[in-house]
């Protein structure tokens, strides 16, 4: 019989986990995705602003709806000049900005540009 919390070869989900992150490796990998899921975030809500599908999203950067799909499947970072294309096709600009991690709204030390 299995005991509780552990997995059936034998290793519970958080030490599995706390083994991974102390792998450098995985630690990287894992810190890309971060990036990759934020940008797809960001471009899902903007496509669902503009209240329109993939496709037709595609369709007025002048690409396939894979295209989008993939940029919005958290996978890989598109570059810049994607992420333009996209937001320029949506009405808007891209805007780019910077801050320090321990900034709070307060004392929020920021750099922002239009692209």
Not at 17 to 41: G, I
Not at 66 to 83: D, F, M, W, Y
């Amino acid at each position: 019989m299995q005991k509780p919390g552990l997995s059936p070869i034998g290793t519970t989900v958080a030490d599995a986990r706390r083994r991974a992150l102390a792998d450098e490796e995985y630690r990287t990998h894992l810190a890309r995705l971060s990036v990759a899921e934020a940008v797809a975030r960001v471009l899902i809500l903007f496509r669902m602003q503009l209240n329109m599908t993939q496709e037709q999203l595609a369709q007025l950067m002048n690409t396939s709806a894979s295209t989008i799909s993939r940029l919005e499947g958290g996978r890989h970072v598109p570059s810049l000049a994607t992420l333009a294309r996209a937001i320029e096709a949506g009405g808007m600009r891209l805007v780019l900005g910077f801050e320090r991690p321990e900034s709070t709204v307060e004392t929020a030390e920021r750099i922002v540009v239009s692209v």
